[in-house]
T-cell receptor, first 117, second 113 residues
Framework: DTGVSQNPRHKITKRGQNVTFRCDPI?????LYWYRQTLGQGPEFLTY????????KSRLLSDRFSAERPKGSFSTLEIQRTEQGDSAMYLC???????????????FGEGSRLTVL | KNQVEQSPQSLIILEGKNCTLQ??????????LRWYKQDTGRGPVSLTI?????NTKSNGRYTATLDADTKQSSLHITASQLSDSASYIC????????????FGKGTMLLVSP
């Protein structure tokens, strides 16, 4: 396994369109995270899955955003009716449980860069 | 509110020189502190993870220190190389039943030839 894979790497869309990003985590990792990162800022947490269960969602995840991890493996992040403010890098990360609910080492994908015109 | 502050915001050094990046945090209850390197347009890559009981950890030319009493960490880069040019992000994990991560904004390092 070569790591966390995200696609597409780049997406340009017009305002109002829907976009979907896919993340394939490291195969033995049961935890999957989505983050959003804008220029000059650190990643901001969006949502977190343990296996197929979505355990936490940030306030940043408005009702236009939805994430799924249907079989506890890959995940999708969909943004409906995109706005220019959605332009950002969307990062996926995965980790393996390290005892209790603590977060083990995070492995990030290369990100999906969204540009909304 | 959990916060992670990094300084400086950006830094330019000459190739071969050493540098130290700072991270101050107000995260409770503290679980661990991580440093990540993020090349432009790429995802972050882990450099070190330190728990409460560890006060120094090295990864090649990178050495991280942690003072849990003053809630400060530093990342020291020795004999910098052009490939060290990147953003360095400090991330602090809190744990109270479940884990939350608080990210700093990063320090942008440029190593100049």
């Amino acid at each position: 396994d070569t790591g966390v894979s995200q696609n597409p790497r780049h997406k340009i869309t017009k305002r109002g369109q829907n976009v979907t990003f896919r993340c394939d985590p490291i195969s033995e990792h049961n935890r999957l995270y989505w983050y959003r990162q804008t220029l000059g800022q650190g990643p901001e947490f969006l949502t977190y899955f343990q296996n197929e269960a979505q355990l936490e969602k940030s306030r940043l995840l408005s009702d236009r955003f939805s994430a799924e991890r249907p079989k506890g493996s890959f995940s999708t992040l969909e943004i409906q009716r995109t706005e220019q403010g959605d332009s950002a890098m969307y990062l996926c990360a995965s980790s393996r449980s390290s005892g209790g609910s603590n977060t083990g080492e995070l492995f990030f994908g290369e990100g999906s860069r969204l540009t909304v015109l | 509110k959990n916060q992670v502050e990094q300084s400086p915001q950006s830094l330019i050094i000459l190739e071969g020189k050493n540098c130290t990046l700072q991270c101050n945090y107000t995260v409770s209850p503290f679980s661990n502190l991580r440093w990540y390197k993020q090349d432009t347009g790429r995802g972050p890559v882990s450099l070190t993870i330190m728990t409460f009981s560890e006060n120094t950890k090295s990864n090649g030319r990178y050495t991280a220190t942690l003072d849990a009493d003053t809630k400060q960490s530093s990342l020291h880069i020795t004999a910098s190389q052009l490939s060290d040019s990147a953003s360095y992000i400090c991330v602090v994990s809190a744990y109270s039943g479940y884990s939350t991560l608080t990210f700093g904004k990063g320090t942008m390092l440029l190593v100049s030839p």
